[in-house]
């Protein structure tokens, strides 16, 4: 799910056709993958038990007309003709359209709503509402503090069934697949062949993810064309020779009889009805890889298409011919001539389709890891070329042990279905829900578009959700059971980080205490640059404090290092950096706020830190040329007020772009922190202009540097020689080693949730020097105690 084919497509707004159909072609194997399968164990799971066909034919046609209507409706009209369109900036998912409703109404719970950020081109509402227009429901959103946490819960449960999904669909469609091998062999064999020949598929499919799918990618395509190709054309032939009118049964009056006849056996069988819709939610999701229009001709013209003419094959075979219930399939309806060659597409196919489901389970995951939301893990950059393409060795083993677990528990296609549909319908409810919000909050569209919205497309959901929730105990009960488990250590985290994050921000320390620290208090400057990493955006954090006073030194150049992450899909390069000073330029300290998108991956260390140095040498030489001669004009009686008024209020961006517009108007006390009550003034940070960069400056000192004022520029280049001797002599990453505790007094609530939850994962996850990939010979650990 994460090949990033439509990077060539952002790049340009008038694309071509030939582009787009590329692209089109191109989405067919990594977002149809899971819904083109759906064929395969549709009409099993719907005539598994809860109905009988009869003699009439009324329950086939019964559930071909809920197939093609629910297709239509839901796949078709919601999400390609509106959901798509509620893109992050060309992004789709859960995750965007959060992001999309937290930039246009304050309702994040997390502090990354500040000048700083919104100042970036990728931040800029592209409809900002009219001052004195904002919509009572913005306004009673913003208000109540819980409708913040509601909503954040909103979207971990619907990414964990996202997550689920991710665990079941593997499970169903390589067993679906695999179960044509009964036509071929006794019953006894394929009852005890068929769970042992997916396990090992999906071993090898698990086994094979850390090569990344860049390698394998290029076939996905030409295997999911050639499976929708096969379909269509079995469906054609299946119609025209067994039953031509079966085209009667697109009628919803068909449905209407369905429901009459088979009354609660019929809404129950509703539970695999849904099937046929699995996979939708990947247009979406996977939308920043490819084009809307890429998606939508694929969809409309290749892949709706193949499913009907499947379905309706199926139905037209079923209505001629009447196996028992055991026996209805989608091998069935398949010609003995052909259908080893079947077998072999639809096990391809569906290798394809979960390889999707497991890439795009990844790439949510690290999207809630940005966000604060999931535990510290591994995140492994698969490819140097495509933007992306990410593996995360600790859930790809979870996923595959939980997939073989699931195959071997249920071994059947009933109860898998069962719990697949249930997590399909609650992800579908979650969009519903958010798509909502931003057809209000977002298009600015009346309350009553987004409630037709939100009343039709939810009651239709509502209503397979429903047949699925009835089957709690037939497998239903499995993605309920995940995501609670999963919403659960989500929301742990997420709160217990929240909470540190407001102790260090009651904890910071002066820089007027930075400034004071020398040689009259036995503090030494020691060689190298000392990075030190941090959550605030502003003064000093208290990990520092601790540092100094158990090891009385530290480098001659500091740099706090706050990486933070912002509610936009891609932070550009040339607006990543943030870089300003710390107390006077003699200090040798600075201040670089780094910011990822929700989607960007981090870099390897080690570019990071060459970057970084390049960032600090180019702001030094911006600085001295833009504000040193004027800043430089105090006494020492003057620098507290110096360093508050300039040092620790201005910051730069430090990149390659050609000029960046600022919104004058824009106030610090127009946006606010979800912390108001612990946020200070200075957390809200202004920042100016940088002129042209025209090209990425490798770190030296240059001999062709301006001299327009002799004295500025040999401190510009003492300061540059400094820097470049400091990054000779060795880097240091000093990192907070934290472990929280609940006041005395919490709650039972908060002391379950600190004391025992957050601690126990943050032993047993990855520690923060992993995730930010930092070298175990460079780094310092410092001991915190956080009491929240």
């Known amino acids: 799910m994460d090949l990033d084919y439509g990077k060539c497509w952002r790049s340009s707004k008038k694309d071509s056709w030939k ?62 003709f509106v959901v798509l ?17 937290c930039r246009h109404a304050k309702v994040s719970l997390l502090p990354n709503r500040q000048v700083a950020d919104e100042e970036l081109s990728t931040y800029k509402l592209e409809h900002p509402p009219e001052k004195g227009n904002n919509s009572r429901l913005k306004l009673l959103l913003e208000k109540h503090k819980f409708l913040h946490t509601a909503l954040l819960i909103l979207v971990l449960l619907g990414t964990c069934m996202v997550i689920g999904d991710g665990l079941l669909t593997p499970a169903i469609s390589v067993f679906s697949a695999v179960s044509g091998l009964e036509f071929s062999m006794s019953k006894e064999h394929h009852h005890y062949a068929v769970t042992p020949i997916t396990c090992f598929i999906l071993v090898c499919l698990f086994a094979l993810q850390h090569y990344g799918t860049h390698r394998l990618g290029i076939f996905f395509a030409p295997v999911i064309l050639i499976w929708l190709l096969c379909i269509s054309a079995l469906g054609l032939y299946n119609i025209f020779h067994w039953n031509p009118l079966v085209y009667e049964a697109l009628s919803p009056y ?109 790439s949510i995951i690290n999207q809630s890891q940005s966000l604060g939301c999931f535990p510290r893990v591994k995140v492994v950059h698969t490819s140097d070329k495509i ?42 409810l979650v969009t519903t829900c958010l798509t909502s919000l931003v057809i209000i909050l977002c298009w600015h569209k009346p309350p009553i578009v987004a409630l037709c919205f939100l009343l039709f497309f939810g009651s239709i959901e509502l209503l397979y959700f429903s047949a699925s929730l009835v089957k709690f105990r037939e497998g239903a009960w499995l993605p ?34 930075l400034l004071a620290l020398g040689p009259s208090l036995g503090i030494a400057r020691v060689p190298g640059i000392g990075l030190v990493f941090t959550n605030l955006t502003s003064g000093i954090p208290a990990n520092f404090s601790r540092f100094v006073t158990n090891l009385p030194a530290f480098h001659h150049v500091l740099v706090f290092v706050c990486v933070k992450s912002v509610p936009v ?12 000073r710390v107390g006077p330029a003699a200090h040798r300290s600075y201040r670089c706020i780094v910011r990822y998108g929700y989607r960007d991956v981090h870099q390897d260390i080690d570019s990071f830190e060459s970057e970084l140095v390049d960032k600090l040498a180019d702001f030094i030489r911006y600085d001295w040329s833009h504000t040193q ?56 940070i202004e920042m100016e202009p940088v002129g042209v960069v025209e090209r990425r400056v490798r770190f030296a000192i240059d001999e062709s540097e301006p001299d327009a004022e002799p004295e500025i520029d040999v401190q510009m280049r003492e300061e540059l020689q400094e820097l470049n001797a400091a990054q000779q002599a060795g880097t ?44 175990p010979a460079s780094l310092l650990e410092v001991g915190m105690v956080y009491v929240v």
């Open 569 to 580: 899909p891609f932070v550009p390069p040339a607006e990543r950096y943030l870089v300003g």
């Open 85 to 101: 369109r509620a893109d992050d900036n060309g992004e789709g998912g859960t995750f965007a359209l959060y992001s999309l409703i």
């Open 629 to 684: 001669g004027i800043n430089n004009s105090y006494n020492e009686d003057d620098e507290l007020q110096y360093v508050e008024s300039s040092s620790d209020a201005r910051l730069a961006v430090i990149g390659t772009v050609a000029h960046f517009e600022i919104d004058e108007n824009v106030q610090p006390a127009s946006v606010s922190v979800e912390f108001s009550t612990v946020e200070s003034i200075t957390d809200v």
């Open 480 to 513: 309920i059971l995940l995501a609670l488990f999963l919403v659960t250590i989500m929301f742990v985290w997420h709160y217990a980080t929240i909470k540190k994050y407001e102790y260090d921000l009651h904890n910071k320390v002066s820089l007027e205490w």
């Open 254 to 362: 068909y449905m209407f009889k369905f429901l009459k006849k088979t009354r609660k056996g019929g809404w129950m069988s509703l539970g695999g009805i849904l099937l046929c819709i699995t996979g939708s939610e990947a247009m979406f999701a996977d939308l920043g890889h490819f084009s809307y229009a890429a998606i939508q001709i694929a969809f409309s013209f290749l892949v709706y298409p193949a499913l009907i003419l499947a379905y309706m094959g199926q139905a037209a075979y079923l209505s001629k011919n009447h196996p028992t219930k055991y026996h209805i399939g989608f091998y069935v309806s398949v010609p003995d001539t052909v259908r080893w060659p079947v077998l072999i597409i639809a096990i391809l196919a569906s290798v394809v389709g979960s390889q999707a489901i497991i890439s795009g389970t990844f």
């Open 19 to 80: 582009t787009t159909l590329l692209l089109a072609y191109q989405s067919l194997g990594v977002v149809y993958g899971d819904l083109s399968i759906s064929p395969l164990y549709v009409y099993k799971s719907t005539f598994a038990e809860d109905i009988h066909h009869s003699e009439t034919n009324e329950e086939i046609f019964g559930v071909l007309s809920f197939v093609f209507w629910t297709l239509t409706l839901v796949t078709l009209f919601k999400y390609v």
């Open 387 to 428: 933007h992306g393409q990410i593996y995360i060795p600790e859930i790809n083993w979870i996923l595959m042990i939980l997939c073989v677990a699931v195959t071997i528990g249920f071994r059947d296609t009933k109860h898998m279905g069962n719990a697949s549909g249930l997590a399909v319908m609650a992800v579908m």
């Open 732 to 775: 240091a990453f000093i990192i907070g080693h934290s472990h929280v505790r609940a006041k005395q007094g919490s709650s039972l609530f908060k002391r379950l949730a600190v004391n025992f939850g957050y601690n126990f994962l943050s032993r047993n996850c990855r520690g923060p020097d992993v995730s930010l990939k930092v070298p």
